[in-house]
């Protein structure tokens, strides 16, 4: 992603599966105001449950972990940034997963067979876009400062991924088991919250609003139309509803900075040539 900062995952998900392409806004349950996105990138990398980005939308820090155009590990594990209850999958995770799930069913064991299950969904689509913010569920991250957002929506546009929500508005904490998970709504691709990915029990993002988010109002609209600037000129409605969503809070430093914005070039999804060498011991071993 141009403009963003860069923090390679030791290991991604994998090849995409194919399918229509969609994003999947989770929150990390961390606070916006004290975690850096580099902070939080660096965790999620140490519990293998890296995603393409990390946001934090009040610094406005953009840090990308995994190349547009392979899978994240980010889909089914415990939110946060604290391993939960569930095992850290590791490379075996997604390689030979299927003899793994039996042999874990057989062994009477659950760790593989979950890890199996995620990998599955988090390469689903020709593009399964995920977008980890920091932030609470219980607090819509689109109810702050929102810096950064335009440059998020111009790179998605880019892709051609739709600023559609199938599964409409992300159910509000703490009430997101009862979130719709339909399948046939997720096969149509386009924006959703983790907690409407069907087949887990994810939690998140809480209830974001969809229209100041990505423009939404309910009618699907091609990527072409919904571009930063409108047919007139003038930017975009979410451009406009992310400058005026500005609810104060409380001030408070980072600890440390996030990574400095770096001119990444991803005209192909992938890191600069100047990192491949770097990343390529360490992105995809299991790809």
């Known amino acids: 992603m141009p403009g963003a900062g860069r923090i390679p995952a030791g290991i991604d998900g994998g090849p995409l599966k194919g399918g229509a392409p969609r994003v999947v806004w989770q929150a990390l349950d961390a606070d916006p105001r004290t975690v850096p996105a580099g902070r939080a990138a660096q965790r999620l990398d140490q519990l293998g449950r890296a995603g393409h980005l990390v ?4 610094h406005g820090e953009i840090v990308q972990q995994i190349p547009i155009l392979r899978a994240g590990r980010s889909l089914g ?3 946060g940034l604290n391993p939960g209850v569930l095992p850290t999958p590791g490379v075996g995770a997604i ?3 299927a003899q793994q799930a039996a042999a874990g069913s057989a062994a009477g064991g659950t760790g593989d067979v979950i890890a199996e299950v995620n990998a599955e969904i988090n390469a689903e689509g020709r593009l399964c876009v995920q977008i980890c913010v920091v932030a609470f569920a219980c607090d819509p991250f689109t109810s702050r400062p929102m810096l950064g957002l335009a440059q998020i929506l111009d790179w998605l546009d880019s892709w051609r991924i739709p600023r559609q ?7 509000a904490f703490p009430h997101e088991q009862a979130a719709c998970r339909d399948r046939r709504l997720w096969a149509r691709g386009g924006h959703f919250g983790a907690s409407q990915v069907p087949g ?18 309910g009618q699907a609209r091609p990527p072409a139309q919904v571009g930063r600037a409108g047919p007139s000129g003038r930017a975009g409605h979410a451009g406009h ?3 005026r969503a500005r609810v104060p809070l409380a001030s408070a430093r980072a600890e440390e900075n ?5 001119g990444m070039r991803d005209l192909d999804g992938y890191f600069d040539s100047e990192d491949a060498s770097a990343a390529a ?7």
Not at 201 to 206: D, E, I, Q, S
């Open 281 to 287: 011991a360490t992105l995809s071993p299991v790809g």
């Open 165 to 171: 929500w199938p599964a409409g508005r992300p159910a």
């Open 77 to 79: 594990w415990p939110g």
């Open 200 to 217: 887990l029990t994810a939690v998140g993002p809480g209830a974001v609003d969809v229209e100041l988010l990505t423009g939404w109002t």
């Open 241 to 243: 509803a992310a400058a």
């Open 55 to 58: 946001w934090n939308p009040i």
């Open 95 to 97: 390689g030979g997963a």
């Open 258 to 262: 996030g990574p400095a914005a770096s």
